[in-house]
């Protein structure tokens, strides 16, 4: 196998992994999302957040990394609005800085005794 094949092959099985689970008691729901996402979604909220627009990369974070139990998006792009105007911005960056702290090769709990 070539490099390229190997290191694709090392992502597919990244995103084929199960799914890490933070509590929301606050919206009285579990939010799920993976360890890891292509450049691709990573891409969407960098460019914002270099773009000085911080609290719009944050949303996006949520919209394209929350997930359901079965791995599917809780929010859509239509959602947008809501969030960035509707919702307790302290949780929704409670939210995010969970999900993107979070490591595939360290479960959460281990995470959260650091």
């Not at 606050?26 to 691709?40: C, R």
């Not at 929350?66 to 809780?74: E, F, I, N, S, W």
Request: glycine share 4%; charged share 25%.
């Amino acid at each position: 196998m070539s490099i390229l094949a190997n290191a694709k092959k090392h992502m597919k099985d990244r995103l084929a992994g199960g799914l890490n689970k933070i509590s929301v008691p606050e919206w009285s729901s579990d939010i799920y999302f993976k360890s890891t996402y292509p450049f691709a979604v990573e891409n969407t909220i960098v460019s914002l957040q270099q773009q000085g627009k911080t609290v719009e990369a944050l949303v996006e974070t949520l919209i394209l990394k929350a997930l359901d139990p079965d791995g599917k998006p809780m929010f859509k792009k239509t959602d947008k609005n809501a969030l960035m105007y509707e919702v307790d911005p302290n949780v929704i960056i409670r939210v995010c800085t969970e999900i993107n702290a979070s490591n595939n090769d360290m479960p959460m709990e281990e995470i959260e005794k650091n």
